[in-house]
């Protein structure tokens, strides 16, 4: 019963090649996050939703197209990957998109080769 | 844009010695948090202070935020082996996201 959970936990693909991430989050929250962090750990948010509804986009490649077909879940789609797409991608959720702290996946370590 | 700039980037000590991370932001916040990221593994939150406040305490954890500096602190008390880790403020400033500083990588030896 893990509260955030995504999959896969590591993917490794070639370079032009379409993926996915799956999140699910059980805790009933009503925003949910997509982060990515590099590999000096910097983390960068890339997308929230909000049941179900997009509420930020930062500035990602549109190479990159979030989903979320209920408020539980939010998939990351990623055409037509680059060397540079090569990072950990943690989904999160919270209660609301105000104040409060946000629960984080296990993470999914992207290798584009 | 990042908001958290953490110090020191990395920190190492004895198990029973107190650990001490410095974060330091830029525009006005709702709130600060702390998060704890355990190699290959989520963050995972610790501690959630308000603009209105001044210290919290959870266990062996103590913040203090500072909003006329802008900047905040993370002690942890009689540290063991088990606190390794990277140390994460986010700052929450009614934006609807929270913003990261780049960690403090603390390392407590046995």
């Known amino acids: 019963d893990t509260a955030v959970s995504q999959t896969p936990k590591y993917l490794v693909t070639q370079m032009g090649n379409d993926k996915s991430i799956k999140c699910e989050q059980n805790?009933?929250?009503?925003?949910m996050y997509w982060y990515k962090q590099d590999s000096k750990k910097f983390l960068k948010i890339m997308f929230s939703?909000?049941?179900?509804?997009l509420i930020i986009n930062e500035t990602v490649p549109n190479r990159f197209s979030p989903k979320s077909p209920d408020k539980a879940h939010l998939n990351l789609h990623i055409n037509s990957l680059e060397l540079g797409d090569s990072a950990v991608y943690f989904c999160?959720?919270?209660?609301?998109?105000w104040g409060g702290g946000y629960t984080f996946g296990s993470g999914t370590r992207l290798t584009v080769v | 844009s990042q908001q958290g700039e953490e110090d020191p980037q990395a920190l190492s000590i004895q198990e029973g010695e107190n650990a001490t991370m410095n974060c330091s932001y830029k525009?006005?916040?709702?709130?600060l948090q702390w998060y704890r990221q355990n190699s290959g593994r989520g963050l995972v939150h610790l501690i959630l202070?308000?603009?209105?406040?001044r210290e919290k305490h959870s266990g062996r954890l103590r913040v203090t935020l500072d909003t006329s500096k802008k900047s905040s602190s993370l002690l942890i008390t009689a540290s063991r082996a088990a606190d390794t880790a990277s140390y994460f403020c986010?700052?929450?400033?009614?934006?609807?996201?929270?913003?990261f500083g780049q960690g403090t990588t603390l390392q407590v030896k046995p």
């Open positions: 999160a959720s919270s209660q609301d998109s």
């Open positions: 525009t006005s916040i709702n709130n």
């Open positions: 202070i308000r603009s209105n406040e």
């Open positions: 986010a700052t929450d400033s009614n934006t609807g996201k929270l913003i």
């Open positions: 805790l009933g929250h009503d925003t």
């Open positions: 939703y909000n049941n179900k509804e």
